[in-house]
C-alpha cells in the first residue's frame, strides 16, 4: 500500500489520480496535509498539485461522467467532510477504469458513498437556503451569520442571487472566517476582520431602525401559528436541529 | 410604523388563519423579472412550529370579521373574539420586509368575508397587484377564492397570483349544509371551474407565444376538514380523486378538525384532533397522486376506513398478497413502487442500478430500502428470502412488533375515547 500525502485542493485531489496512474498503482491511501519527511508511513508519495495534471484527469473524467457527476463531484469535495478523501478517490478510479457511465451504478460502495455525501451536503445547503436570517444594516444592506456544518458557501451564490436581486447584502461563515457579498452587480469573497473573537458584536448596534420591529413581529408570527393541541417537540427539532437556533431570530 | 398596533393585529389574524393546514410554495416557475425581489420556484420552509409543520409563508387572514357563521370556524359570526383589520399597504409591507429577511418564501392571504364576496375579494386582488407591480415582488402568492366571486376578479387574481383555492371544509355537499348553512356548494365550485378552464386557456397561449402571462402558474388547491362531520375515509378519498380528476386541483388538504368551538353539531370540545388519521389520507393521497394507485384499491365500499395501525400501503399489500413476491431485479418500476418500504426515490434507483449487476439485500439497504418491511413481498439477488407462507396478517403482526410506530401512542389515546 502507498500513502499519498496531497494539499487538500479539488486539483491535488485530480493530480494525485493522475499520480496514481502514472506510477501504476494499486492500493493506496489519500491523506491531507503537509508532508513531513522520514516520519509515520513507510510508502509514501508526495503530490505536488499540478494544474496540467489535474486538467488531464478532468478532461477524462469529463468523458466518463456526465457533466452533473462532474460538479456532484466536485461539491462533495469541496464541503470538506471529513474523512471521505479516500472514497471520492476510490470513485474516480472506478469511474476511470470503467467503459460505461457508472455514476447510476448504486450497488457499488464508492457510487453509493459518494450519493450519499451529496445528500448530506444538499441537505445543508437546503438548510442554509431555509435558515438564513437576514439582519438590516444602518447603510441599508442585509447581514446573515452562518455556521454550517460543511463548507456549502459557494454553493449558495446563485440561490441568494437570483432572489435577493435588488439589495446588498452579505453572508458570512463564522466558523470557516469568510463571506459573500453581492453588491447589486456581483458578488466576491470577502473575509472580515471582527475585532475580537470573530464575532460581529457591532452588528446589533448597526442595526437599521425598524429591525428590531420586525425581528420582534417575526417572533410574535412564530408563536401565534403553533397549534398547542398538535404540540410535536420530537418532530420539530428533527427539523430544526438545535444547533441551527442561535442563528434563527424565532428561536433566539 | 405604529408597532404595538400591527403587531396586535397580526396576532390575531396569524391566530386565525393558522387552521389553514395548506403551507406549500412550490410548483410555481415564476423567475426574478427585471433585478426585482424574489423569485417562487423551490418552495422552502423557512421555518418549522413546535407541532412540526412547515412554516413557509406569512399566513395571515386580511380581516376576521365575517358576515357567515360556519359552525366549525373560529371567525363566525356568532363567536364573541376579538376582530382585526389590516390595510392593504400593512399586508405589503409586512410581506416585503419578511421577505427580505429571509423568513418566508410569500403571503397566503384569506379573508373572512366583509359585506359581500366581491368587495372581500377585490381587496385581496388589490394586495396582490400592488405587491406585483410596485414593489416588482416575484415571491410566492397564494390567494384564497372567496365563493361567489365574479369571474373578472377571478382572472385578475389568477394574473398576480402563483395559487389560489377554495376550500371545500366539508368532504360532502350534505356535511357542507349542516355545518355551513350560509355556503352553498354551487358557490364554491363554480370559481374552481372558472379558473380550471382559464388555466389550461393561459397554458396552451404559453406554449404559443412566450410572453403570454402566467396564470396561477402554482394552480389551485382546497382544504377539507377532517372529523367534524361524520364522512368515512372512502367518501372523503373518492371526492379528493372526484377534485383532482374534474378540476386539476394540484393539491387537496386534510386538516383534522380542531375543536375550537361548543356547538351541538359537532365534536365536544374536548375531542382530541384525529392526527393519525390525517396523516393515513395523507400518505393514501400520495399514493393516489405519486404511486400510481387507483383510489378504490385504497378504500371502497368493503374497506370503507383506513388502518390506523399500518400505513395504507401495507394494508394494501397484505390484503393483496397474491400480488407478492416481487423480483426486484426484473418487476417493472410500476410493481416496484407498490412495495412495502420501498419509496419512489429508492424504487428509482434500484432501476438505475440493477442495469449493471443483480442487487442483494446489502446493497438495497444502501440504496434506502426500509428491508424490515419489504423482506416478506421482495427477492433479489441472495439465497435468502423469506420462504415461510405467511398471511397477511402475521406479516402485519411482525411489522408491528419491530416497528416503533411514533403513533402507537396516539392510536391508543384516540382508541380510548370509544
Ligand atoms: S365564511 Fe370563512 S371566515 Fe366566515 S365563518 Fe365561514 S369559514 Fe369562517
Known amino acids: 500500500m502507498t500513502n499519498l500525502i496531497y494539499d487538500g485542493t479539488f486539483e491535488g485531489l485530480l493530480t494525485a489520480v493522475f499520480d496514481v496512474y502514472a506510477h501504476k498503482l494499486g492500493i493506496v491511501k489519500l491523506h491531507q496535509g503537509e508532508y513531513i519527511d522520514g516520519a509515520l508511513f513507510d510508502k509514501k508519495l508526495q503530490v505536488i498539485t499540478d494544474e496540467t495534471r489535474a486538467n488531464r484527469v478532468l478532461k477524462t473524467l469529463k468523458v466518463k461522467l456526465s457533466s452533473m457527476g462532474v460538479q456532484r463531484l466536485y461539491a462533495a469535495h469541496l464541503a470538506e467532510i471529513p474523512g ?12 476511470i477504469d470503467s467503459d460505461e457511465n457508472i455514476e447510476e451504478d448504486y450497488g457499488n460502495k464508492y457510487v453509493m458513498r459518494v450519493s450519499e455525501m451529496v445528500c448530506k451536503i444538499r441537505r445543508e445547503r437546503h438548510r442554509m437556503e431555509a435558515f438564513i436570517r437576514f439582519q438590516k444594516l444602518q447603510d441599508g444592506s442585509f447581514y446573515a451569520g452562518i455556521e454550517p456544518d460543511f463548507n456549502v458557501l459557494p454553493l449558495l451564490i446563485r440561490h441568494f442571487k437570483n432572489r435577493y436581486a435588488d439589495m446588498k447584502w452579505m453572508i458570512y461563515d463564522l466558523r470557516r472566517k469568510y463571506g459573500i457579498y453581492y453588491d447589486l452587480h456581483d458578488t466576491e469573497f470577502i473575509i472580515l476582520d471582527f475585532a475580537n473573537n470573530g464575532r460581529p458584536a457591532d452588528v446589533v448596534a448597526a442595526y437599521t431602525e425598524d429591525e428590531g420591529i420586525y425581528q420582534h413581529l417575526w417572533k410574535n408570527y412564530f408563536n401565534s401559528v403553533n397549534i398547542a393541541s398538535r404540540k410535536n417537540t420530537k418532530l420539530h427539532v428533527r427539523h430544526i436541529p438545535k444547533r441551527y437556533w442561535k442563528h434563527l431570530t424565532e428561536k433566539i | 410604523m405604529d408597532a404595538d398596533r400591527i403587531t396586535e393585529k397580526l396576532n390575531i389574524l396569524a391566530d386565525a388563519a393558522k387552521y389553514d393546514v395548506s403551507c406549500a ?8 423579472e427585471n433585478k426585482g425581489l424574489g423569485n417562487a420556484s423551490n418552495g422552502i420552509c423557512h421555518s418549522y412550529t413546535e407541532d412540526g409543520r412547515c412554516v413557509s409563508l406569512l399566513k395571515i387572514l386580511l380581516t376576521n370579521h365575517c358576515i357567515f357563521d360556519c359552525a366549525y370556524c373560529v371567525s363566525r359570526k356568532s363567536n364573541d373574539i376579538q376582530r382585526a383589520a389590516f390595510t392593504v399597504q400593512e399586508v405589503v409591507d409586512l410581506t416585503i420586509n419578511f421577505y427580505r429577511r429571509n423568513y418566508i418564501e410569500g403571503l397566503f392571504l384569506s379573508s373572512g368575508i366583509f359585506k359581500d364576496a366581491d368587495f372581500t375579494m377585490e381587496r385581496l386582488v388589490r394586495v396582490a397587484k400592488k405587491l406585483r407591480l410596485e414593489h416588482n415582488f416575484n415571491g410566492y402568492i397564494h390567494l384564497k377564492s372567496i365563493p361567489g366571486a365574479s369571474d373578472e376578479l377571478m382572472n385578475e387574481a389568477g394574473l398576480y397570483a402563483d395559487r389560489l383555492s377554495v376550500n371545500l371544509e366539508m368532504p360532502t355537499e350534505a356535511g357542507l349544509k349542516l355545518l355551513a348553512p350560509d355556503k352553498s ?11 380550471k378552464n382559464a388555466i389550461i386557456q393561459h397554458t396552451e397561449e404559453k406554449k404559443l407565444f412566450k410572453k403570454a402571462p402566467m396564470f396561477a402558474p402554482a394552480g389551485q388547491s382546497t382544504q377539507v376538514i377532517i372529523g367534524a362531520t361524520p364522512e368515512d375515509d372512502n367518501q372523503i378519498l373518492h371526492s379528493a380523486n372526484y377534485f383532482y380528476k374534474n378540476f386539476k386541483l394540484r393539491r387537496v388538504y386534510y386538516s383534522g378538525y380542531v375543536p375550537v368551538l361548543e356547538d351541538s353539531r359537532l365534536p365536544a370540545l374536548n375531542t382530541s384532533v384525529p392526527m393519525v388519521r390525517e396523516n393515513r389520507l395523507y400518505q393514501a393521497d400520495w399514493l393516489m ?18 388502518d390506523l395501525d399500518i400505513d395504507p400501503k401495507l394494508s394494501w399489500a397484505i390484503r393483496n398478497m397474491h400480488e407478492f413476491p416481487v423480483d426486484v431485479n426484473r418487476a417493472d418500476l410500476k410493481m416496484i413502487l407498490r412495495v412495502p418500504g420501498i419509496g419512489v426515490l429508492s424504487a428509482q434507483k434500484i432501476v438505475s442500478a440493477r442495469k449493471f449487476g443483480k442487487l442483494n439485500w446489502d446493497q438495497l439497504k444502501k440504496i434506502g430500502v426500509s428491508v424490515n418491511r419489504a423482506r416478506y413481498f421482495i427477492t433479489c439477488h441472495s439465497k435468502e428470502f423469506e420462504r415461510r407462507d405467511l398471511t397477511g396478517n402475521a406479516i402485519k403482526q411482525f411489522i408491528l412488533a419491530t416497528s416503533h410506530s411514533k403513533y402507537i401512542k396516539n392510536v391508543q389515546t384516540q382508541l380510548n375515547l370509544f
Request: hydrophobic residues 30%.
Open chain 1, 84 to 95: 471521505e478523501d479516500n472514497n471520492l478517490l476510490g470513485f474516480i478510479r472506478y469511474a
Open chain 2, 25 to 32: 410554495s412550490s410548483g410555481s416557475k415564476r423567475k426574478n
Open chain 2, 185 to 195: 356548494h354551487q358557490d364554491m365550485i363554480k370559481p374552481m371551474g372558472y379558473l
Open chain 2, 289 to 306: 397522486r405519486n404511486y400510481g394507485f387507483h383510489v378504490s384499491e385504497i378504500v371502497n365500499n368493503s374497506q370503507p376506513h383506513l
